[in-house]
């Protein structure tokens, strides 16, 4: 079993940056790639960035390529989630899932931006 706990969450003025992090405990061992996910209201959950844990390769979104960066740092089972010049359309809840085999989500945590 695997739990993931996302937060650094908030409300940002369009333009600012934000770190999100996603922190894994349980049989880590067993996970393959980290993803974080995105959902608005109204729509969809979408994919938003991975990451790799036998080489670190990242993988992004083409909407945020360029402006968001993720990362781990394996000392804490934590991946995190660079975001800068936010849009308000980046507004959603972010999902933070774990690859170990199956899927294994957070809670989510709230992004807001304002424009």
């Known amino acids: 079993q695997v739990h993931v706990v996302e937060s650094g969450g908030r409300l940002v003025q369009a333009g600012g940056s934000l770190r999100l992090a996603c922190a894994a405990s349980?049989?880590?061992?067993?996970?393959?790639?980290i993803r974080w996910f995105r959902q608005a209201p109204g729509k969809e959950r979408e994919f938003v960035a991975a990451?790799?844990?036998?080489?670190?390769?990242?993988n992004y979104a083409d909407s945020v390529k360029g402006r968001f960066t993720i990362s781990r740092d394996s000392t804490k089972n934590t991946v995190y989630l660079q975001m800068s010049s936010l849009k308000p359309e980046d507004t959603a809840v972010y999902y933070c899932?774990?690859?170990?085999?199956?899927?294994?989500w957070g809670q989510g945590t709230q992004v807001t931006v304002s424009s």
């Open positions: 899932a774990a690859d170990a085999g199956a899927l294994y």
């Open positions: 990451i790799r844990r036998s080489d670190s390769r990242p």
């Open positions: 349980g049989r880590t061992f067993n996970i393959y790639t």
